[in-house]
């Protein structure tokens, strides 16, 4: 199976699919994520992604040092190459760092 990649063109003014804008906004993980990295400077590592993340979804006596790790594993494991794998963020496994590839107002704007 073939994915339509997200952008039609490279760089800060690439588009984003329409299906694939879709898919993103479709769940709020990925939502939330978007929009820690429209507020935030990248590139961001996970963990602190996914602490801002864990900020933004849960109640303040919910959060751990162990919430806020499972928020970085599901990142790693799931979310970021997702969005990767549609073009909107660069992320490396290896260094941990989050990066964005398009302009992410277009999919909240």
Known sequence: MVTELNSVDSGD????????RHRILANDRR??????????STPISLDALAARVDHRTEELAQRETDHIANVAIGLHHNHLPRLAEMGVISYDPETTYVDTCVDLGQLTD
């Open 31 to 40: 939502r939330t994520v978007i929009a820690v990295l429209r507020a935030s």
């Open 13 to 20: 003014d690439a588009r984003i699919a329409e299906g694939d």
